[in-house]
């Protein structure tokens, strides 16, 4: 089975005015190792503004793309963070009569007001 093979945007603007300055289907088929077919899809495409929608479509991906990255980065920061932490915490003897709950927080005597 073949495998597909993607073209840049550039590229395929630059095929497709090289068409429009009046070189031949074949030339640029041979030239570029590409299907004429290919080139009447990308000059229809060019034609209806779809080439310009492919460069949006392009910059929200590479938009993503950094996002995903960024995101990738803050959570391998945070993950060494975590294992920082759980490794210090490993080391640090609690006192025995403080509270280990982080809800409870430390211990409070009742006084015999607040019984009442």
Do not use: C
């Amino acid at each position: 089975m073949a495998k597909h093979r993607t073209h840049s945007i550039e590229f395929k603007r630059q095929v497709v005015q090289e068409f429009l300055g009046g070189e031949s289907l074949h030339a640029l088929a041979r030239r570029h190792g590409i299907g004429r077919n290919l080139i009447k899809i990308w000059v229809a495409k060019f034609e209806a503004g779809g080439l310009d929608s492919d460069t949006a479509a392009a910059d929200v991906l590479a938009e993503y793309e950094a996002r995903i990255a960024a995101l990738e980065r803050l959570v391998g920061k945070l993950a060494l963070e975590n294992e920082f932490l759980k490794g210090v915490s490993r080391h640090v003897r609690q006192p025995k009569s403080a509270s280990t709950s982080i809800v409870a927080g430390p211990l409070v005597s009742q006084s015999q007001k607040d019984a009442d």
